[in-house]
């Protein structure tokens, strides 16, 4: 788990149903007079329990006959947490095998139990040997349409315009800046701005909002970058207040400079000084000088410490340089090292790439992963947000270096991320080719994690599929379906998919994060029309930077 992306949050107590993983319930070792034997729901012949039809056969079979009173009485059917289920109850090979069916229609998506009392006996008088207990279930989700179909390109403008939302009707009253999330208030967020700004001009590009509008926005965002927002040697902190400027700490240390947040700010900057290209327009031009003197603004080579060749993440003005977190991956923040080689005059050189960020070829990967070969990073290529916030501007279509092709990286990665979830190899509830998808997001466990192959907890996050809709276009529409016409009464809100949701805890998320719509509505947009990759690397000092780093461009 990266600390960059750790943020505690208060999660909704749920009871976990673990007994749908492993029975709770095991047949004694030995001969035994009275004990459970097998238990049956509908075709499932043994746990996990899922996706059990709403009006299940449960088929217990015990290993002698039972005594149909004590069955009645404590052989039940219950919801979680407790309620008694009805049910009729039907007696099958010499009443050793009890089968419960309920009355009405169970609840879809809904954990429930089956309990043995202690008062549970045979036809004999014996006492079971393996009660009290329970064995859990989840039941099936209801397949119908929560919405009516509409055709993709349809249904894609209506995910753009609804995330967008978020960053629009939803910015911060005062500086126009995004929030961290939907509960935050005044706390906005530097990295999550920066890519409210590209959504902005996704926003202006479909007709959701006029270009005056936009530009009104950007432009009252960047004025108070400029006039209230600290700054440390032109970098931002990661997170602080709306209103005034001041910086709000991340972490105790974390309470300065950020460069990788900033560099997702300049990210989405830069796209809107191309994007309002006027020379006729003073506001226009007006906007655009005030964008440069703020990318201009950051000192890179500070970053490097003492030049060394590498670039540290934090900077503080009261513990310096303690955090120590280098820059280096592969992670999400080769934008970093991208700007950092862009900037004028004082561009970062080669060696800092090369020993930095690659780490001397050591961001190598090469292995093999559910048949798909992963150029860079860790195993298992890590939470899809690697492959999404650096690429929300640059376009990874024939960009190579001697390190890898990065859409052949990024391609892989997804693919890895949807063939994994495929397998389940930890036999969550719901996943499979429609419901695939993790990296960093809420969750009902630690509050937030960076979810992935290697640390899965179960959670999917609409934004790990859906921002990879250019890297996987049919397995991300797959998924997009699913998240809105099945689930769309669950986690389709007032800023489109909410972040997180766990079909094995049956929890879903009710918060939005700026870090998370973004991807979404930019990388639908670029899958669309290559429209934000197409503007940061029409940025000639972009092109140069990377030219510079040894990069082959289109």
């Given at each position: 788990m990266l600390q960059h992306h750790r943020i505690t949050i208060l999660a909704t107590a749920l009871l976990i149903l673990g007994a749908c993983r492993k029975e709770a319930i095991k047949t004694p070792a030995g001969n035994s007079s009275f004990s459970l034997k097998t238990l049956t729901l509908d075709t499932v012949h043994s746990a996990p329990y899922y996706g059990i039809s709403l009006n299940p056969s449960i088929q217990v079979q015990f290993t002698s006959p039972v005594n149909r009173g004590s069955a009645q009485n404590d052989l039940q059917l219950r919801s979680v947490p407790g309620t008694v289920i009805s049910t009729t109850q039907t007696y099958e090979k010499g009443d050793s095998e009890v089968i419960l069916v309920p009355t009405s229609p169970l609840i879809p998506i809904t954990g429930y139990n089956v309990y043995f009392g202690s008062g549970m006996k045979s036809a004999r008088g014996d006492s079971i040997t393996n009660t009290p207990g329970t064995i859990g279930f989840i039941t099936t989700i209801d397949t119908t349409d929560k919405f009516p179909r509409i055709t993709d390109s349809s249904l894609l403008t209506l995910v753009e315009a609804q995330t967008f939302k978020y960053f629009y009707d939803f910015g911060h009253p005062v500086s126009g800046l995004a929030r961290e999330r939907n509960s935050s208030g005044d706390l906005v967020t530097t990295g999550g701005s920066g890519f409210g700004v590209m959504a902005i001009l996704v926003g202006i590009q479909r007709n959701f909002i006029t270009r005056q509008q936009g530009m009104a926005r950007i432009t009252e965002m960047v004025s108070f970058l400029t006039d209230s927002a600290k700054r440390y040697h032109g970098a931002f902190p990661h997170w602080m207040s709306g209103s005034t400027g001041a910086t709000i700490p991340f972490s105790p240390q974390d309470d300065g400079a950020d460069l990788v947040e900033t560099s997702y700010l300049m990210e989405g900057l830069l796209c809107a000084r191309q994007y309002f290209n006027s020379n006729t327009d003073s506001g226009e031009i007006r906007l655009r000088t005030a964008i440069n003197s703020l990318w201009n603004g950051v000192d890179w080579n500070w970053f490097r410490q003492?030049?060394?060749?590498?670039?540290?993440?934090?900077?503080?003005?009261?513990?310096?340089?303690?955090?120590?977190?280098?820059?280096?991956?592969?992670?999400?923040?080769?934008?970093?090292?991208?700007?950092?080689?862009?900037?004028?005059?004082?561009?970062?050189?080669?060696?800092?790439?090369?020993?930095?960020?690659?780490?001397?070829?050591?961001?190598?990967?090469?292995?093999?992963?559910?048949?798909?070969?992963?150029?860079?990073?860790?195993?298992?290529?890590?939470?899809?947000?690697?492959?999404?916030?650096?690429?929300?501007?640059?376009?990874?279509?024939?960009?190579?270096?001697?390190?890898?092709?990065?859409?052949?990286?990024?391609?892989?990665?997804?693919?890895?991320?949807?063939?994994?979830?495929?397998?389940?190899?930890?036999?969550?509830?719901?996943?499979?080719?429609?419901?695939?998808?993790?990296?960093?997001?809420?969750?009902?466990?630690?509050?937030?994690?960076?979810?992935?192959?290697?640390?899965?907890?179960?959670?999917?996050?609409?934004?790990?599929?859906?921002?990879?809709?250019?890297?996987?276009?049919?397995?991300?529409?797959?998924?997009?379906?699913?998240?809105?016409?099945?689930?769309?009464?669950?986690?389709?809100?007032?800023?489109?998919?909410?972040?997180?949701?766990?079909?094995?805890?049956?929890?879903?998320?009710?918060?939005?994060?700026?870090?998370?719509?973004?991807?979404?509505?930019?990388?639908?947009?670029?899958?669309?029309?290559?429209?934000?990759?197409?503007?940061?690397?029409?940025?000639?000092?972009?092109?140069?930077?990377?030219?510079?780093?040894?990069?082959?461009?289109?």
């Amino acid at each position: 788990m990266l600390q960059h992306h750790r943020i505690t949050i208060l999660a909704t107590a749920l009871l976990i149903l673990g007994a749908c993983r492993k029975e709770a319930i095991k047949t004694p070792a030995g001969n035994s007079s009275f004990s459970l034997k097998t238990l049956t729901l509908d075709t499932v012949h043994s746990a996990p329990y899922y996706g059990i039809s709403l009006n299940p056969s449960i088929q217990v079979q015990f290993t002698s006959p039972v005594n149909r009173g004590s069955a009645q009485n404590d052989l039940q059917l219950r919801s979680v947490p407790g309620t008694v289920i009805s049910t009729t109850q039907t007696y099958e090979k010499g009443d050793s095998e009890v089968i419960l069916v309920p009355t009405s229609p169970l609840i879809p998506i809904t954990g429930y139990n089956v309990y043995f009392g202690s008062g549970m006996k045979s036809a004999r008088g014996d006492s079971i040997t393996n009660t009290p207990g329970t064995i859990g279930f989840i039941t099936t989700i209801d397949t119908t349409d929560k919405f009516p179909r509409i055709t993709d390109s349809s249904l894609l403008t209506l995910v753009e315009a609804q995330t967008f939302k978020y960053f629009y009707d939803f910015g911060h009253p005062v500086s126009g800046l995004a929030r961290e999330r939907n509960s935050s208030g005044d706390l906005v967020t530097t990295g999550g701005s920066g890519f409210g700004v590209m959504a902005i001009l996704v926003g202006i590009q479909r007709n959701f909002i006029t270009r005056q509008q936009g530009m009104a926005r950007i432009t009252e965002m960047v004025s108070f970058l400029t006039d209230s927002a600290k700054r440390y040697h032109g970098a931002f902190p990661h997170w602080m207040s709306g209103s005034t400027g001041a910086t709000i700490p991340f972490s105790p240390q974390d309470d300065g400079a950020d460069l990788v947040e900033t560099s997702y700010l300049m990210e989405g900057l830069l796209c809107a000084r191309q994007y309002f290209n006027s020379n006729t327009d003073s506001g226009e031009i007006r906007l655009r000088t005030a964008i440069n003197s703020l990318w201009n603004g950051v000192d890179w080579n500070w970053f490097r410490q003492g030049s060394q060749n590498t670039l540290y993440w934090h900077w503080s003005p009261d513990f310096g340089w303690s955090s120590n977190q280098q820059i280096n991956g592969w992670n999400e923040a080769l934008i970093s090292y991208v700007l950092a080689a862009s900037a004028s005059p004082d561009s970062i050189p080669k060696m800092v790439y090369d020993q930095g960020w690659a780490r001397n070829g050591g961001i190598r990967n090469g292995n093999t992963y559910f048949g798909v070969q992963l150029p860079l990073g860790p195993a298992l290529g890590g939470p899809l947000f690697f492959a999404h916030y650096s690429f929300l501007g640059l376009n990874p279509l024939g960009l190579s270096d001697a390190y890898a092709n990065y859409w052949d990286q990024d391609t892989a990665q997804a693919q890895i991320n949807y063939r994994y979830c495929v397998a389940n190899p930890a036999h969550f509830n719901g996943y499979g080719p429609d419901c695939w998808g993790l990296t960093a997001s809420d969750d009902n466990f630690s509050g937030y994690s960076a979810h992935s192959p290697t640390n899965d907890l179960g959670v999917i996050s609409p934004t790990a599929a859906i921002a990879s809709l250019p890297y996987t276009p049919q397995e991300s529409l797959n998924a997009l379906h699913f998240f809105y016409y099945k689930l769309g009464n669950k986690i389709w809100g007032s800023y489109g998919f909410v972040d997180a949701f766990d079909l094995t805890q049956i929890w879903f998320d009710n918060q939005f994060l700026a870090i998370d719509q973004g991807p979404q509505i930019v990388m639908i947009e670029n899958y669309r029309s290559h429209m934000l990759w197409n503007l940061l690397m029409s940025c000639p000092e972009v092109q140069r930077g990377l030219k510079q780093l040894g990069f082959q461009v289109p």
